[in-house]
Every structure is written in structure tokens, then in C-alpha cells.
Nanobody, 121 residues
Framework: QVQLGESGGGTVQRGGSLRLSCAAS????????MGWYRQGLNNAREKVAS???????DYADSVRCRFTISRDNAKKTMDLQMNDLKPEDTDVYYC???????????????WGQGTQVTVPS
């Protein structure tokens, strides 16, 4: 069983900062790309930021230069430092990771349960 546990959400004033954390646990043979996603408009989950196993990052245009994604491969954790938060960043943020539970099985996308980030207008 694989689990992704998120923490760090909350309510912060405009311009403030939050740090989200995600920890992967369970039967994990290989942990590939990881990322943060948010529900977005019309319930269409959108990528906020992603990071590969060798640290290559990618960001949505709306958060570039404000958010920083990082990971610790040894600890199987990932963080998202969010600075200069805006009301439009309000959403449920999900941790996602591509995981292989066995070298002989294909990788599969797993999701955390989500953590709420609220930035009042």
C-alpha cells in the first residue's frame, strides 16, 4: 500500500507564505516524478509545479517566481514553498507522485488527500 501524506495548508493573508510538505510511504520501489496540483476552476486538476528524480523543475506560469518545489529522494519527501500568496491561489492542493511498487510492474500515479490553502481577498 502506498500513501502520500500532505501537511502545511492553512489560511494566510495576501502576500504571506506557506510551506506544503508531502511524504510518500509504503511499498515503494521507485519514486519518479512528483508534483503539486490544485483543483482549479471547473474541478479540472491543474499542475502547479513538478520535480523529476534528478531535480528538474517545472512551474505553472501563474506561480513561477513565487513558488519553489524541492524534494529529498532519500526521505521520499517533497515540499512546496509558496511566497507572495494571492487570493487566486486559494484552492485544495494535492501531492501527486509516479511510483513503481515493483521493478516488474509499470509505474502508477498516486495522489494525496489534499490540503486546503486559503488566501482571503
Amino acid at each position: 500500500q502506498v500513501q502520500l501524506g500532505e501537511s502545511g495548508g492553512g489560511t494566510v493573508q495576501r502576500g504571506g507564505s506557506l510551506r506544503l510538505s508531502c511524504a510518500a510511504s509504503g511499498r515503494i520501489q521507485l519514486l519518479w516524478d512528483m508534483g503539486w496540483y490544485r483543483q482549479g476552476l471547473n474541478n479540472a486538476r491543474e499542475k502547479v509545479a513538478s520535480i523529476s528524480t534528478d531535480g528538474i523543475t517545472d512551474y505553472a506560469d501563474s506561480v513561477r517566481c513565487r513558488f519553489t518545489i524541492s524534494r529529498d529522494n532519500a526521505k521520499k519527501t517533497m515540499d512546496l514553498q509558496m511566497n507572495d500568496l494571492k487570493p487566486e491561489d486559494t484552492d485544495v492542493y494535492y501531492c501527486g507522485a509516479e511510483i513503481q511498487i515493483s521493478r516488474w510492474l509499470p509505474s502508477k500515479q498516486y495522489w494525496g488527500q489534499g490540503t486546503q490553502v486559503t488566501v482571503p481577498s
